[in-house]
C-alpha cells in the first residue's frame, strides 16, 4: 500500500461548526438582527451543505435583510475563513504522518475560497497536496478528485481517506480503492444508507494512530 493519507477539511481537519457560530454572531450584530436568528441560520445552513447563494437567498427572506446576496457572499467569503481555528494535537498528528513517510493531502469540496482557511489555520505548508473541487474541477465523491490529490502528493492512489462525510468521504474514498476512516461526530453510523466505514474515530490523532498501526476503539467493515 502506498504511503497516502488524504484528509477533508470541514469537521475533519478543521471544526466547521465552531467557525460556522462565531461567524454566525459576527453576522447577526453586523446586521442588527432580532434574538433568535442564530436557530434560523442554522436550519438555513444545513451542516453547510446547502449552496451559500441559497442559504443567503434564505436569510434575505426570513430575516428581512436589504443587502444583496453578491455583498453578502463576498463579505462571508472574506470574514467565515478568519473564524477558523486549528488544534495543537491535529497538526502534531499531521506532522507525526510526515515524519513516518507518509505523504499527506487536503480533498475538500467547495470554492477557492476553502484555500482561505487553510492560509487563516497556517496549514498551507503541513500538506503534500491540496485539492479543492473547484480548483480540480472534480469533486468528492468522484473518483477524479481523490485520483488529482495522489498525483499531487506524488505518489499512487492507495491509501486512506478520512472524512466526516459518510457519502464524499467514506463511499467516495471506498470506491476510489482507499481505505476508509469516518469521523463520527459523535454520530452513530447509519448501516441502513451505506456500507460502514474501515475504522470510526473522534479526533484526527485518533485517525493517525490507526493509520500508523497504533491500537485504538474502532469497529471495521
Known amino acids: 500500500m502506498a504511503r497516502l493519507a488524504l ?16 461567524w454566525a454572531s459576527i453576522f447577526i450584530e453586523l446586521h442588527g438582527l432580532p434574538e433568535g436568528s442564530w436557530s434560523i441560520i442554522e436550519l438555513m445552513d444545513e451542516d453547510g451543505l446547502r ?5 443567503f437567498e434564505g436569510l434575505r427572506e426570513a430575516l428581512s435583510i436589504d443587502i444583496g446576496v453578491e455583498d453578502l457572499l463576498a463579505d462571508y467569503h472574506d470574514q467565515y475563513p478568519r473564524c477558523f481555528s486549528v488544534d495543537r494535537e491535529t497538526v502534531d498528528a499531521v506532522r507525526r504522518l510526515r515524519d513516518n513517510g507518509w505523504k499527506v493531502g487536503v480533498v475538500t469540496n467547495g470554492p477557492p475560497s476553502q484555500m482561505s482557511k487553510l492560509e487563516a489555520t497556517d496549514l498551507l505548508g503541513e500538506f503534500d497536496g491540496i485539492c479543492v473541487s473547484s480548483i480540480v474541477g472534480s469533486r468528492k465523491p468522484e473518483r477524479g478528485i481523490f485520483e488529482e490529490a495522489a498525483r499531487a502528493c506524488g505518489v499512487a492512489l492507495e491509501g486512506w481517506m478520512v472524512g466526516d462525510s459518510p457519502s464524499a468521504d467514506v463511499a467516495g474514498g471506498r470506491a476510489a480503492g482507499l481505505a476508509t476512516i469516518w469521523m463520527s461526530r459523535g454520530r452513530e453510523w447509519d448501516h441502513s444508507q451505506l456500507p460502514p466505514p474501515d475504522f470510526a474515530v473522534a479526533t484526527i490523532a485518533e485517525a493517525v494512530n490507526v493509520i ?5 476503539s ?4
Open 212 to 216: 500508523l498501526g497504533a491500537p485504538v
Open 51 to 55: 449552496p451559500r447563494s441559497e442559504f
Open 7 to 22: 484528509f477533508d477539511l470541514d469537521n475533519t481537519l478543521l471544526d466547521r461548526e465552531r467557525a460556522f457560530e462565531r
Open 218 to 221: 474502532s469497529y471495521s467493515r
